[in-house]
């Protein structure tokens, strides 16, 4: 061997001992266990898979694997949950972090897989690694691509050849084989994960390079979130010198996993482009800052929203005005989170069927959030819920993208306001209506879309059950206009879909339909609600001054409305209906319904709880109550407090605390949290709840 090969030789052993030697030491020191750093390389699907069904395996306290839905040839898309009860739903942020959209970009699933392994076998250990575990929800999903990170050699595209980080909804165009939104089945998994988990900050991995990529993608408008956004990023980019900077500034594209997020859902996401090889040292580039952003997703403003009647959670909308962007209620807790600096916000919380509410709060640190539980009281109003996909033309090309159109897809939801999303010359907007809003056909129109300027523009409208179809027309609008589902043949409809008609010019200002708002209208032949059931016993009276059986009644459970007899068959609720003989002092079967009494119900799952068309007047009498225990409710459907509770004993009437002091009723009122399934005392009275009311004398009671 000659000197040269001799010194060449030297030198590559030298490297390699090296790499081996820091990988160990990095590992080490930073969690993950040294064997498993040094001798990394990169993962295949099946070594991927392998690898998260031992950590489940190993970790069974603190991790839960799931399939999340198949790729184009049948792989499994894994979803790794890490958090101290992954099976309960429980009230922390949520954070996703994924890898290898672009399979061929294999440093982007190490990251992730390295990341599962530092946060479980740090726990107990780490407290702040504990403490994340214990206090937030961490998704893992290193391998978006599997049929591409298959193929030989590796593809950026799928099985399809689609660029799967070109087919998400929020501002989609036909490009990189993408022919729809949404097109392909790994972007539909991260869709429906999206759905299900509220997630409030995301990592989506790529490479090749050293930059933190932060919204927006498809144009250079600061979003609305932009302060907590600039912040977390100089925070990430701080530590390992990465280039920080907004997408549209160095490689605008549109329909990418980062505007999805944030455009349909509220969740702030970033690309993280990172080196494409030396696996040790871009872990430690990375590691401390995505254990960072998921410490992050707790700053700001959290809280539980619920119904001020029942005490269940709602399905809702979280908006700020100073970032004017919506977050989302966990609908199975009602805890919702918002990333915020430390300031003074106005806050409007939304849910279809309930009155918006509006309060002022300061957050006082990013450390700690804020918190702020609200309950809303019921109306009859159901409006757009969420954006499932935007498609906007735009007439500009780069660096002038959308200078003439100001307007975001979330302008579209809630109430009119005269704020709207300019859908563009000949383009689109899917908007969900929510479990709450889904429309049903009933006499005369059905949905009223709301044109938000002076100046009406031609548009058609579409509705479908599914979010991506079959789609139904309900014809040709112009400006403010009704529609029926009717004229379609359509008996139910969760999605509406606006196109514009193409008319028009695309460089005007604010060019195509100017969408404010859509509202689903319901009339007497919906129902009236009632009161809301929770799996369990529920205590339940009639908000109304009228009789009515059971067998009238009805059902709602998952937008859908049954009768009494096929929501018992169904399984939804118990057929029996318990009340209480005042004069017996016992239980009863019964089948009639009386204003002024109370019932219990037992309900299998959630439900709401409907009558049909009912008298709505009220002359001020409650009920009669015996000399003994009695169960009531509110023959109306407004909220009274004890106080105001008129009794009249004898032909006399005393306010309520005279005639507790009289002695002729007790002045303990019980009622049932259906929450809890205990009892608390009360001192209001809520419209569909009953009360236990003890009496020494017989009495009537009025309001």
Excluded at 219 to 237: Q, R
Excluded at 655 to 665: C, F, H, K, L, P
Excluded at 681 to 699: K, L, N, R
Aim: charged residues 20%; aromatic residues 14%; glycine residues 8%.
């Amino acid at each position: 061997m000659n000197i040269k090969k001799k010194l060449i030789t030297t030198v590559f052993t030298f490297v390699l001992i090296s790499t081996l030697f820091s990988g160990v030491l990095i590992g080490e020191e930073h969690g993950v266990k040294g064997d498993i750093l040094s001798s990394r390389d990169f993962h295949d699907y099946p070594m991927v898979t392998s690898e998260l069904q031992q950590i489940a395996n190993d970790y069974p306290n603190i991790t839960a694997l799931y399939d999340l839905g198949q790729s184009v040839q049948g792989r499994s898309i894994w979803g790794l949950k890490i958090t101290d009860n992954p099976t309960i739903e429980e009230s922390e942020p949520e954070v996703r972090i994924c890898g290898a959209h672009h399979a061929d970009e294999l440093m982007s699933i190490e990251l992730p897989l390295l990341l599962a392994w530092h946060m479980v076998e740090n726990y107990t250990v780490d407290p702040l690694i504990t403490d994340l575990i214990d206090n937030r929800e961490t998704w893992i999903i290193p391998l978006v691509n599997p049929d591409g990170r298959m193929a030989t050699p590796p593809t950026r595209r799928n099985a399809n050849n689609v660029d799967l980080n070109r087919d998400y909804g929020y501002i989609w165009e036909s490009v990189s084989g993408s022919y729809a939104p949404f097109s392909q089945p790994e972007t539909q998994v991260i869709r429906h994960n999206a759905l299900e988990n509220n997630y409030v900050l995301s990592l989506s991995f790529h490479t090749s390079g050293d930059v933190v990529n932060y919204l927006w993608n498809h144009k250079g408008t600061p979003i609305a979130d932009h302060d907590v956004v600039v912040d977390l990023s100089n925070m990430y980019g701080s530590n390992n010198g990465y280039w920080v900077v907004e997408g549209f500034d160095w490689y605008r594209i549109t329909g990418d996993t980062n505007d999805f997020s944030y455009g349909c859902r509220g969740d702030i996401d970033w690309t993280i482009e990172v080196q494409d090889n030396n696996i040790p040292w871009a872990w430690d580039l990375n590691r401390d800052e995505m254990i960072e952003i998921i410490n992050a997703s707790n700053m700001g403003l959290t809280g539980i929203v619920t119904d001020n009647n029942t005490g269940s959670p709602i399905a809702g909308t979280v908006w700020v005005e100073e970032a004017y962007w919506p977050c989302f209620t966990d609908p199975q807790i009602g805890d919702y989170h918002k990333p915020l600096l430390p300031g003074n916000y106005t806050v409007h919380f939304r849910a279809n069927n309930y009155e918006e509410k509006v309060i002022s709060i300061e957050v006082f640190n990013s450390d700690e959030p804020s918190v702020l539980n609200v309950s809303l009281d019921r109306n009859n109003e159901w409006f757009a819920y969420q954006v499932t996909w935007y498609i906007c033309s735009d007439p500009f090309g780069y660096p002038n993208n959308y200078q003439n159109n100001p307007t975001e897809g979330i302008s579209a939801l809630g109430p009119p306001d005269n704020i709207f999303a300019s859908i563009g010359k000949g383009g689109e907007i899917v908007l969900d209506m929510g479990q709450e809003g889904i429309i049903s056909n009933n006499s005369g129109d059905d949905i009223i879309v709301y044109d938000g300027d002076s100046n009406p523009e031609g548009y058609y409208v579409e509705v479908s059950e599914y979010w991506d179809g079959p789609w139904i027309s309900l014809g040709y609008g112009t400006g403010t206009s009704s529609f029926d589902l009717a004229n379609g043949g359509a008996e139910t409809a969760q999605f509406i879909k606006i196109i514009d008609d193409g008319d028009g010019d695309a460089y005007e200002v604010n060019p195509g339909f100017d969408l404010d708002a859509i509202q689903v209208l319901y009339n007497d032949t919906t129902g009236n609600h009632i009161t809301d059931l929770l799996e369990n016993w529920n205590f339940v009276s009639l908000p109304f001054n009228q009789s009515v059986d059971k067998a009238d009644l009805i059902v709602n459970y998952g937008g859908t409305n049954y009768s009494w007899v096929d929501a018992a068959s169904n399984g939804y609720i118990s057929d029996y209906v318990f009340g209480w003989n005042r004069v017996s002092q016992g239980y009863e079967f019964v089948d009639t319904f009386e204003p002024g009494y109370g019932y219990w119900i037992y309900s299998y799952e959630v439900c709401e709880l409907l009558a049909p068309e009912v008298s709505t007047t009220f002359d001020g009498y409650i009920t009669d109550i015996e000399s003994n225990w009695n169960i009531l409710g509110l023959p109306n459907d407004q909220s009274a407090n004890k106080a105001d509770i008129i009794v009249n004993y004898d032909g006399t009437n005393y306010n309520w605390s005279d005639a507790v002091i009289n002695g002729y009723i007790s002045d303990y009122v019980f009622g049932w949290n259906r929450v809890s399934q205990g009892y608390e005392f009360v001192d209001t009275f809520e419209p569909g709840c009953a009360y236990w009311i003890f009496a020494y004398y017989s009495c009537t009671l009025k309001q």
